[in-house]
């Protein structure tokens, strides 16, 4: 459950009470305490923590921060391999394209992986917060193995940007379930392309052929 703004700011109103005044005092009728005490620290540096009188912080916890890593790590527990419910009560928002549960570590707008399901069932405000906190970090792999390389994601990769194409031929190349970079080769490998008939030929038997059948692909 995501907490709202007005809970965060009494809880940091709070410790600032705490750690400001020679005397603190609450009152139980009000929400968050109004602290008059100086702060003989800067609120940047607060939370440096001391290393051998060297630095001047106190080591006071970036509540902010705080907050959203704790959202993140609940998306990180949501990619591990564990099983649970709720998992797939998220897939009905995060993993509704062709990438899964991937798709949240793509360049894919928050809007589109946390908008409305039928019937305007929206998702909890926690995950899509939590979702918009994880693209503010902007991850990206330093280094890739082969097989990490194969695994990428054509669209939507945080490494490169996609070629620009109409829409509509995008959707025709996910429909052959061209989605990562493995998909183009024909061997596990990763070595060898799939040739110009190949591909006709996977069109004409395992897709709608009656849609296809006048759609011709080039590999060139």
């Known amino acids: 459950?995501?907490?709202?703004?007005?809970?965060?700011?009494?809880?940091?109103?709070?410790?600032?009470?705490?750690?400001?005044?020679?005397d603190p005092t609450f009152e139980v009728e009000h929400v968050g305490t109004d602290s008059k005490a100086y702060k003989w620290i800067k609120?940047?540096?607060?939370?440096?923590?001391?290393?051998?009188?060297?630095?001047?912080?106190?080591?006071?916890?970036?509540?902010n921060s705080h907050v959203k890593a704790m959202q993140v790590k609940w998306l990180l527990k949501y990619l591990d391999a564990s099983a649970s419910t709720s998992k797939l009560i998220l897939d009905c928002w995060f993993?509704?394209?062709?990438?899964?549960?991937?798709?949240?570590?793509?360049?894919l707008p928050v809007k589109i992986l946390t908008k409305s399901m039928r019937g305007n069932i929206a998702l909890p405000p926690f995950w899509s917060q939590a979702l918009t906190v994880l693209h503010?970090?902007?991850?990206?792999?330093?280094?890739?193995?082969?097989?990490?390389a194969l695994s990428q994601p054509i669209w939507d990769n945080r490494h490169y940007y996609p070629p620009k194409i109409p829409p509509i031929l995008?959707?025709?190349?996910?429909?052959?379930?061209?989605?990562?970079?493995?998909?183009?080769?024909?061997?596990?490998?990763?070595?060898?392309h799939y040739t110009k008939e190949e591909n006709q030929s996977y069109i004409d038997t395992d897709l709608d052929y009656h849609y296809f059948q006048n759609k011709k692909i080039n590999n060139e």
């Open 43 to 63: 609120h940047h540096t607060a939370p440096v923590t001391p290393k051998g009188g060297a630095s001047l912080g106190i080591g006071l916890l970036d509540w």
């Open 1 to 22: 459950m995501a907490a709202p703004g007005w809970f965060h700011k009494a809880l940091q109103a709070d410790v600032y009470q705490l750690l400001w005044e020679r």
């Open 95 to 107: 993993a509704r394209t062709s990438l899964g549960r991937a798709a949240i570590l793509t360049s």
């Open 170 to 192: 995008r959707d025709r190349w996910e429909s052959l379930q061209v989605t990562v970079v493995h998909n183009t080769f024909s061997d596990r490998e990763g070595t060898r």
């Open 136 to 148: 503010e970090l902007e991850l990206t792999q330093t280094s890739l193995s082969r097989d990490g």
